[in-house]
């Protein structure tokens, strides 16, 4: 990557023009030239920024150091950021207002809402803060931008109000949730990938950003357990920067295990698609769980296959350190997200009768604050669990808890196991009425058959009994099965009460198959005593 030393000096009146033909770089660490039509660096983001129409919204004699002004923001915050101020300017043009005129203000407050206007301000008092440009906005119009009285926040709060689509999930969204992408996952219909970041999202809730910046590197195993290393996300006025401060978290054993052998395989892939790219042994511990695969010129046949990883020249520099340019960008994680809400069979809410949504992933993380408050834990806690730096933001997750909780409780009935339908197998007489009765490895001990199409391994049995593919033995003995889940259940509440609650369906699900068997029985024995 060459930059040349013109890119590095600051533009004067007669070099402006030649300054904005001169390549430069973004922060995210590729090449673009101010004076292109459009800037997309970064090929995985899904911004690209139009600073024609930005321009303008300022006088001519002001537009080509606007221009160079959002050059520099370019490397200075991600293409997201900047494209959100290029709208706001060119939106503000088209309204005729001019965000240099101090007497434009206040229409400009007017029309647009509160993270749109923030957006603007802080984007010139970017630009005043930049001692390269010799033309910048005057301190006082920015002490005006300071002064000026902000549009408040719809008074609409997704947490307080519980909203069904964009609030906190209920427990019994929760519950089938997490049974489908499991079930999915075990029948073929998931990717790893696609399984992965939504477990990691209904037990950590984590930012998006944060999940898409994880290495295989951060998941270990020690005497002290299964651990994952989550990065943070960078806060405003944070010094840190991508994958430079962490929290460790707990992890349960059979999500480790899943990771391991997702590992194996990726790197299987990796050596034999790249196999001089670098030494994948070694680079493995640095190689993202959510990879960017492809370019943004790719033609459309090689998307349908694409490849394990973007094929980069830097790839040999993951040896040493994760490298951001391998990591999946929001675009790529919505197109999932979309689909999977598609799929056949997907989970309905109870409250809206419509498939849940969860392309919002802020909803993972309003529950995980929900749920925590619920177990009564403290503010602090939260505050850790939530990776914030304070206790203010999770103060609101205290107000809606007793609301939650009676919404939630007023399902919590004697019958609750025949109301959430957690049970949606079927109950056979014996073996040879059951489909793959005849084969060995899909039986699930002396409880029940598998009818799936391939073996599953993943913790029979106690995920089993939620699958639409289980059939239990009407006279197995499901109750041993119910206390083993029960037990479960509580040793890992006492030490993690995040993952202890995704038992609560596989629960529901065996005390249907008693409350079911026990009425086949019933019926049985009243028809023989009537004979």
């Known amino acids: 990557m060459n930059i040349s030393v013109e890119a590095l000096q600051a533009p004067t009146k007669d070099s402006l023009d030649a300054w904005l033909n001169t390549p430069r770089l973004a922060k995210c660490g590729e090449v673009f030239t101010p004076a292109e039509p459009m800037w997309k660096p970064d090929k995985s983001a899904n911004h690209s920024v139009n600073w024609k129409a930005a321009v303008a919204c300022v006088s001519p004699d002001w537009q080509p150091w606007l221009h160079a002004a959002l050059a520099y923001r370019m490397a200075d915050m991600a293409a997201g950021t900047v494209a959100s101020a290029a709208s706001g300017l060119s939106r503000a043009a088209q309204a005729g207002l001019d965000p240099l005129n101090e007497d434009h203000l206040i229409d400009l407050r007017e029309r647009f809402n509160h993270a749109e206007f923030s957006v603007i301000a802080s984007f010139m008092a970017f630009w005043h803060d930049c001692e390269s440009l010799e033309q910048r906005p005057s301190q006082p119009l920015i002490d005006a931008y300071q002064a000026l009285p902000r549009n408040k926040k719809s008074s609409h709060d997704v947490i307080l109000s519980l909203d069904p689509e964009q609030g906190p999930f209920t427990q019994v969204e929760q519950d089938g949730l997490y049974q489908w992408i499991h079930e999915q996952f075990c029948h073929g219909q998931l990717d790893p990938e696609q399984y992965l970041y939504l477990r990691l999202l209904m037990i950590y809730g984590p930012r998006g950003t944060q ?40 992890l349960d054993d059979d999500l480790y295990s899943v990771v391991q052998a ?10 034999q698609t790249y196999p001089d790219g670098a030494d994948w042994n070694a680079a493995i511990e640095n190689v993202p769980l959510f990879r960017r695969k492809l370019d943004d010129e790719t033609e459309l046949r090689e998307r349908v296959n694409p490849p394990v990883l973007l094929d980069s020249p830097l790839q040999k520099s993951l040896e040493d350190a994760p490298q951001a340019i391998f990591h999946t960008g929001t675009a790529t994680i919505n197109s999932w997200l979309e689909r999977i809400g598609r799929m056949e069979g997907f989970p309905i809410s109870p409250r809206t009768h419509q498939p849940l949504i969860v392309t919002r992933g802020h909803r993972f993380r309003h529950t995980l604050g929900t749920d925590l408050s619920n177990a009564g834990m403290s503010e602090w806690a939260m505050a850790r669990a939530l990776m914030h730096k304070g206790t203010q933001t999770v103060r609101k997750y205290r107000q809606v808890s007793a609301e939650l909780l009676a919404l939630i409780d007023a399902k919590m009935t004697d019958h609750l196991a025949l109301v959430v339908n957690a049970f949606t197998g079927i109950i056979v007489t014996d073996r040879t009425s059951a489909k793959n009765g005849e084969l060995a490895d899909r039986q699930i001990e002396d409880l029940a058959v598998c009818g799936a199409d391939a073996a599953c391994h993943l913790d029979a049995p106690f995920t089993c009994y939620a699958c639409g593919k289980f059939q239990a033995l009407l006279d197995a003995d499901h ?35 008693i409350l079911d068997c026990e009425a086949m029985r019933r019926s049985s024995g009243s028809g023989r005593t009537e004979e």
């Open 211 to 250: 999940a898409r910046a994880l290495v295989f590197g951060d998941f270990t195993k020690s005497d002290q357990g299964c651990k994952v290393r989550m990065p943070w996300a960078k806060q405003r006025w944070d010094e840190g920067g991508w994958r430079v401060k962490f929290e460790t978290f707990s």
């Open 262 to 271: 997702y590992k194996a395989m990726v790197l299987a892939q990796l050596w």
């Open 479 to 513: 109750s041993s099965v119910l206390e083993r889940l029960e037990r479960r259940r509580e040793q890992t509440i006492a030490t993690d009460k995040t993952t202890g609650v995704l038992w609560d369906r596989a629960i529901l699900a065996c005390r249907k198959v």
